[in-house]
């Protein structure tokens, strides 16, 4: 009777592959989420951009485990910061910086540095601050580029669902996910009202405005298929991008909020204005997301109520 062959030292045995990724080497070790091969060109400018957020989503996803012991304070009612928005940008600034140094950077936690008078970094480390603090798994991290006033690329990474926002002016907007890779994203085709799912953002404690917004509010839940309300800016661009959402409306936004997500919904194809229908302009009192056929009656519900 043959006997079976020697089984070879474990040290002999190939790397064995993750599920998704490419066999692990000895001693290597990730700084952040799979690099994926792209199936869409990306710009040594994005490619910057997707790394420095893999780096400071490894931080997050840490925190985001820890999430009962974490420092939190707050900056007014209603509004947090945690240890973790601070780190996660430190990590972002340190990142960008090492490659574009000549760049200025605006940061919602560390305020801004100026650069050379054209380009400017828009980073929000941690959008979606209230849900992380309360361990609801929907947070992001957000990065757009600003060139002579004019954003030119934009990043939005979601940590725990691993999926991956981008694009660049020109060349259109992309997901990469575990998934798929380089998908091409497309506003939704809906021009009517009752089928439309609209995302929007409600104003907490602190903030003004309340009775004006919740008349809004009223219209359009009359007049559309329902009303989402998540809690992270950018990932509402994004979703509106991504055909998930058919429109997103919200007061009071901050540049580092909308600066990424509004270069993604511009290159699926949809439009950015006031919800007048007036041009947005970066940190104006309100934004309006939407595909083109759906935009005039998103206008004409928010203008009346």
């Known amino acids: 009777m043959a006997l079976p062959p020697p089984k070879r030292p474990s040290s002999d045995r190939p790397p064995m592959a993750r599920v998704g990724r490419a066999p692990m080497q000895p001693g290597r070790e990730r700084s952040g989420p ?55 940008e430190r990590v972002l600034r340190k990142e960008l910086e090492r490659t574009r140094p000549e760049y200025g950077f605006l940061g919602e ?108 509010l009223a219209a359009v839940t009359e007049r559309t298929a329902g009303i989402r309300r998540w809690g992270a800016g950018a990932l509402d661009l994004a979703f509106v991008a991504a055909g998930r959402y058919d429109a997103f409306f919200e007061f009071g936004l901050a540049p580092w909020d909308v600066a990424a997500g509004l270069l993604l919904v511009r290159e699926a194809g949809g439009v950015i204005s006031d919800i007048a229908g007036k041009p947005y302009e970066l940190g104006g009192p309100s934004l309006l997301a939407s595909n083109f056929g759906l935009r005039d009656s998103m206008v004409e519900i928010l203008s009346k109520a």
């Open 109 to 216: 936690e560390g305020g801004e540095t100026k650069g050379d008078g054209r380009n400017r970094w828009i980073v929000d480390p941690l959008d979606g601050t209230n849900n992380f603090i309360h361990g609801v798994p929907h947070f992001n991290i957000s990065i757009g580029l600003e060139r002579d006033g004019e954003i030119i690329a934009g990043v939005v990474y979601q940590p725990i669902s691993d999926e991956l926002f981008w694009a660049e002016k020109g060349n259109g907007a992309f997901i990469d996910t575990p998934n798929a890779r380089s998908r091409r994203l497309r506003v939704s085709g809906r021009k009517d009202p009752a089928r439309a799912l609209v995302a929007t953002g409600i104003p907490h404690i602190g903030k003004e405005g309340h009775a004006a917004y919740f008349a809004k």
């Open 34 to 88: 799979p690099e994926r091969r792209s199936l869409a060109v990306r710009s040594a400018t994005i490619t910057v951009m997707i790394r420095a957020a893999f780096a400071a989503a490894k931080g997050l996803k840490r925190d985001f485990g820890e999430v009962e012991n974490l420092q939190v304070s707050e900056k007014g009612p209603g509004d947090f910061v945690s240890r973790a928005d601070i780190m996660a």
